[in-house]
């Protein structure tokens, strides 16, 4: 069993920074390989992908909204996992939620949901321009 926690979340300014933080607890199996990473949904839209990341050696992958803005990092193994988002706008208003799946990242599961068996709670992010 996996359990995700978001934090950072806020309100800020357009063209300002927020770094947003998952925390990761798990029962056990933290050697395996897998997939985290980040959704969001902002009001009346579907759920989007937003950055992927693999456990172990593999690319990270991006949403095409991103465009250089956001960076996805995280300590060794199944643990903790940031978003660093730069120059937000109003569009990047939304909840924010922190995905883990296990095995691999590939690029279409930015776009696949279902594929993630974890989610976190979310965690608001407010862009006022």
């Known amino acids: 069993q996996v359990q995700l926690v978001e934090s950072g979340g806020g309100s800020v300014q357009a063209g300002g920074s927020l770094r947003l933080s998952c925390s990761v607890s798990?029962?056990?199996?933290?050697?395996?390989?897998?997939?985290m990473g980040w959704f969001r949904q902002a009001p009346g839209k579907e759920r989007e992908g937003v950055a992927l990341?693999?456990?172990?050696?593999?690319?990270?992958y991006y949403g095409d909204f991103v465009k250089g803005r956001f960076s996805v990092s995280q300590l060794s193994g199944l643990n903790t996992v940031y978003l660093q988002m730069n120059s937000l706008n109003a569009e990047d208003t939304a909840m924010y939620y922190c995905?883990?799946?296990?095995?691999?990242?590939?690029?279409?599961?930015?776009?696949?949901?279902?594929?993630?068996?974890?989610w976190g709670q979310g965690t608001q992010v407010t862009v006022s321009s």
């Open positions: 798990a029962d056990s199996h933290s050697t395996d390989s897998w997939c």
């Open positions: 995905v883990a799946a296990r095995g691999g990242c590939v690029y279409r599961m930015l776009t696949a949901e279902s594929a993630f068996a974890y």
């Open positions: 990341i693999p456990t172990t050696n593999g690319p990270t």
